[in-house]
């Protein structure tokens, strides 16, 4: 039980996991694990509400894929260190120089929204350029162009998205694209970035304030965590001082097109 302002405090023996179940009136129970053996004094349980304003069935098909797959809601899938970018100058299916200016469009689009995908929580890291081929490289998020079309893997490290067009003014691929590769499935909500039906022009997109709720509530939960809201028991390891080093990073490779 928590005082009137939230605080609370809990005795676990030395080395030992136990788990920890978290509820209060309006809002989603939270189950989760907590160490013992460390005193802290700033840890924060975060809750999701179980009603009101929080579009609780759109985080749903953005972090589980309850859009395309609602009988077959997935775990979580999200970065947890700054993903490196690897990204290729030249078509894959012919040969052909990517210009330079246009390049310089998707490095600058990559780093603004990849800390508008994470809540602010992430940023990108190296960025590398050149016409090397990578697929599959730890801590990378590898990118390339062919024209064979979009697509992207869903919050895998590593990762990979792969565009189809190198042009400016593609501000809504670049976001919907490295969306899927930060965590992000589709939506049924139009227009939006994972949901489609934006259409293209010169204008800096963004997610909408709903799908901003979902990125903030899905970057405040470890890789693994499922329906309605229970984390994995080694995530205990992000209630310690040094949580980021504990969290891994998803395991499954899961292609998105």
Not at 32 to 52: K, N, Q
Not at 140 to 155: A, E, R, T
């Amino acid at each position: 039980m928590s005082a009137a302002d939230g605080s609370f405090s809990l005795d676990t023996p030395a080395g030992v996991s136990r788990p920890l179940t978290v509820a209060a009136d309006g809002y989603q129970y939270r189950e989760t694990f907590l160490r013992g053996g460390e005193v802290r004094s700033d840890v924060d349980l975060d809750l999701i509400p179980s009603g009101g304003s929080f579009p609780f069935g759109l985080f749903r098909q953005m972090g589980r894929n309850g859009w395309e797959q609602p009988g077959n809601l997935q775990a979580l899938k999200r970065w947890t260190t700054n993903p490196n970018i690897h990204l290729e100058n030249r078509w894959r299916d012919t040969g052909a120089p990517i210009p330079d200016d246009v390049l310089q469009y998707f490095v600058s689009e990559i780093q603004r929204v990849i800390p508008e995908l994470s809540d602010g929580r992430l940023a990108a890291g190296r960025i590398e350029v050149n016409a090397d081929a990578w697929d599959s490289v730890p801590d990378y998020i590898s990118i390339h162009f062919d024209h064979s079309g979009n697509w992207g893997y869903v919050g895998a490290n590593p990762g990979q998205v792969q565009f189809g067009t190198a042009a400016k003014c593609t501000s809504i691929m670049i976001i919907h694209e490295l969306g899927h590769a930060m965590g992000y499935y589709h939506n049924g909500v139009q227009p939006s970035v994972m949901g489609g039906h934006v259409l293209a022009s010169c204008n800096l997109e963004h997610f909408t304030p709903d799908e901003q709720l979902v990125a903030r509530v899905l970057y405040s939960r470890p890789p693994g965590n499922v329906e309605p809201d229970r984390d994995p028991p080694a995530a205990f390891g992000y209630l310690r001082a040094d949580s980021q080093s504990s969290l891994e990073t998803c395991d499954d490779v899961l292609r998105h097109r």
